[in-house]
């Protein structure tokens, strides 16, 4: 592990309900966070990592799914198209995976970590991701996409009462 004071927060903890504030200013701060985030991803063996996922409360996510590394400022999806379905797992909800319907493509805006704008387009597994992310940012976990029995299974096993 590393020496940061980072760590991934698990279903239960109140942070990964709560909507991430969309940041204002852009500083060294949140470039050193980024990368952070993106260290305990890699040594976590994630795909993705939203901040709220590690106790901070601002709109920030990193990806990457093989094809290099995405550091996103205030990602927002402006455009979706057709449709998927993936079994999702997650960091913050281990050893659980539900099958998710999502958008095949999409389209997101974001800021970078030098305040440059980017927008992407993404499909398949990346579409899923940066939109399993931004979830996150809004609150949102993958067991909200379970059926009320797998949620009630879940809940059990977890021992965790804020389903």
Known sequence: MSETKLRIRRLGDTILRKKAKEIKTITASHAEILNTMAQLMYESSGIGL?????????????ADIGLGLYKLINPKIV?????????????????????????KRVKVLAIDENAKPIAIEAEGLM???????ID????????????????????KQESIHEL
Request: hydrophobic fraction near 40%; charged fraction near 25%.
């Open 127 to 133: 579409a899923c991701v940066f939109q399993h992310e």
């Open 79 to 103: 455009k979706r198209e057709g449709w998927q379905s993936m079994e999702e797992g997650c960091l913050s909800v281990p050893g659980i995976s539900v099958k998710v319907k999502r958008a």
């Open 136 to 155: 996150h940012l809004k609150g949102k976990l993958i067991i909200d996409y379970a059926s009320f029995f797998k949620r009630w299974k879940i809940k």
């Open 50 to 62: 939203a901040a709220n996922q590690v106790g901070i409360n601002e709109s920030m996510m990193v």
